[in-house]
């Protein structure tokens, strides 16, 4: 079996995946468990945050990453078939700022926290990848650079997307 850039390609949404599956497994319980200590630490900033993820039912945030999953796996697929892969670099490279975001709360944190694990093996695939993405000419750096901050701001947006999705199912399954 050769490796090339279709492979990488195809390996996202696996990552993407074994990643989310840490965070779904182990969200809700770490949110409970560290609550009190995140409140003391960061008195202003996470109490929103808190209220959000312990009022969201496990079923609900499942369906919002089902939700990313899926529109990650139609970019992949529609990138495959059309040979063009910019939205793809840039969704790929935004998942790996999250990833570095991930890490950089690890650090303040000084603790486990849900995504760490998956997050340093996800790292390792985005390493990894962008090295192969930019020795083989595949992408200039300018066109990664751009689509590092276009990816970003797509995944962002979706987060919050799929968060008031998730909302909305909570709604829907509570009544």
Not at 12 to 22: A, D, G, N, S, T
Not at 51 to 68: C, D, G, I, K
Request: proline share 2%; aromatic share 18%.
């Amino acid at each position: 079996m050769t490796f090339d850039f279709s492979s990488i390609v195809w390996l996202f949404p696996i990552i993407f995946m074994l990643h989310e599956f840490e965070e779904i497994i182990f969200l809700k319980s770490w949110v409970q468990e560290n609550s009190d200590y995140l409140q003391k630490r960061f008195p202003k900033s996470v109490r929103r945050l808190l209220s959000h993820l312990e009022n969201l039912s496990m079923p609900a945030f499942t369906f919002a990453v089902a939700e990313e999953f899926i529109l990650l796996s139609v970019i992949t697929i529609v990138s495959i078939m059309f040979d063009s892969y910019l939205l793809w670099l840039g969704v790929f490279m935004g998942f790996f700022v999250h990833l570095l975001i991930h890490f950089v709360q690890w650090i303040i944190l000084r603790r486990y926290i849900p995504v760490i694990i998956t997050t340093f093996i996800s790292l390792i695939y985005c390493g990894f990848s962008l090295t192969y993405i930019l020795e083989k000419g595949i992408f200039q750096i300018t066109e990664v650079i751009l689509w590092t901050v276009m990816g970003f701001i797509i995944i962002a947006i979706n987060l919050l997307f799929a968060h008031k999705l998730a909302e909305w199912f909570d709604k829907k399954i509570k009544k």
